[in-house]
């Protein structure tokens, strides 16, 4: 068989598998009708299909040793114990409030007249030199440029969340490396916040939260993908064009 019958062999079976597929929804959709949808059943997520353990940062494990006379253990979570984030692992609450704006306009305008004009008319008290006639004009030369340049900036954004973080890396100086990401999915749309950067312990709040401002060497990306941000992007034959066409 050909390499080009095998091509359409393919994009037959595709299509018609597609096809099938589509027929299959509509089916289930039309055996739907007048009905309220029903509530997925309640199971255990480590049987479902494709399901993967979580691994995260942990902490480095302490033995646990036991003292004489004593009603508390090393590593146990003591009853007056700082609730707050301090090793790998912990997780912690980074409220989100960043609210920018900025409005620059400047404007440059130059302008520059030139005008030379010399002319020899008479030469130690003779018209001539040499026997020939002075000229009147030895150069004239006018220039003219002007320059004028605007630009301005109007920017204004707004956002206002929560997510939690894990700490990822104790400094040696007692800082921590936070990352965390967050997923909501809406019909076909997912929209992702990804907060990373370095927190002093000593600005974390008692309950555990931390405002992004507060964060050193702050990433934070709100965006999502999706058949909405799919439809906003330009093709990529349309991107190649704008970076290869030098007009």
Not at 214 to 222: D, F
Request: glycine share 8%; charged share 15%.
């Amino acid at each position: 068989m050909s390499t080009t019958r095998r091509i359409v062999s393919s994009t037959v079976l595709l299509t018609a598998a597609g096809l099938f597929l589509g027929s299959c929804s509509s089916l289930e959709r039309l055996a739907a009708i007048g009905e309220q949808p029903k509530l997925s059943a309640i199971d255990n997520p480590t049987t479902q299909a494709g399901y993967k353990p979580v691994s995260l940062p942990m902490p480095t494990p302490t033995p646990a040793t036991y003292n004489p006379n004593s009603l508390w253990r090393n590593g146990s979570r003591a009853f007056f114990k700082d609730a707050r984030a301090h090793q790998v692992g912990d997780l912690l609450t980074v409220t989100v409030n960043i609210t920018d704006s900025a409005n620059i306009s400047n404007e440059t305008q130059r302008s520059r007249n030139n005008n030379t004009d010399s002319s020899i008319t008479n030469f130690l008290g003779q018209g001539k030199l040499f026997g020939l006639p002075l000229p009147g004009t030895l150069l004239n030369a006018a220039g003219t440029a002007n320059s004028d340049g605007k630009g301005s900036v109007q920017r204004q954004e707004a956002l206002v969340t929560s997510v939690a973080v894990v700490v990822t890396q104790v400094l040696p100086n007692g800082n921590l490396v936070v990352e965390g990401k967050q997923e909501i999915r809406v019909n076909f749309e997912i929209r992702e916040l990804i907060v990373a950067g370095v927190v002093r312990p000593e600005d974390i709040q008692s309950d555990n939260t931390i405002e992004s401002s507060k964060i050193a060497q702050a990433r934070i990306a709100y965006g999502g993908r999706g058949q909405i941000n799919d439809v906003q992007q330009e093709r990529w034959g349309q991107q190649a064009s704008d970076i290869l066409l030098p007009f």
